[in-house]
């Protein structure tokens, strides 16, 4: 569920999964011109603290976002 939308700067929304009992997490995205000429984005996922293996799910969240912004910066980045 969408819970902020800024356009162009902001968007949050919650994030659930079946094995979480209903509990839900934060994510928000924020973009942001980094004075070059680019833009900067920060990706925040909050809330693990709610699950019964909340450290668990953090870390793999944790890759599973590194993963996913290093491939979104490798797509964007290059060469048209």
């Known amino acids: 569920t969408i819970v902020e939308w800024l356009p162009p700067l902001r968007m949050a ?3 659930t999964e079946r094995g979480w009992g209903g509990a839900q997490t934060l994510v928000r995205v924020e973009l942001a011109a980094d004075g070059r000429g680019g833009t900067f984005m920060r990706l925040e996922h909050h809330g693990f603290e709610r699950l019964p293996d909340g450290a668990e799910q953090r870390q793999g ?3 599973g976002w590194g993963d996913l912004m290093a491939k979104a ?3 964007l980045e290059k060469p048209a």
Do not use: E
Request: glycine content about 0%.
């Open 73 to 75: 910066r490798n797509f």
């Open 13 to 15: 929304y919650t994030w």
């Open 61 to 63: 969240y944790q890759r």
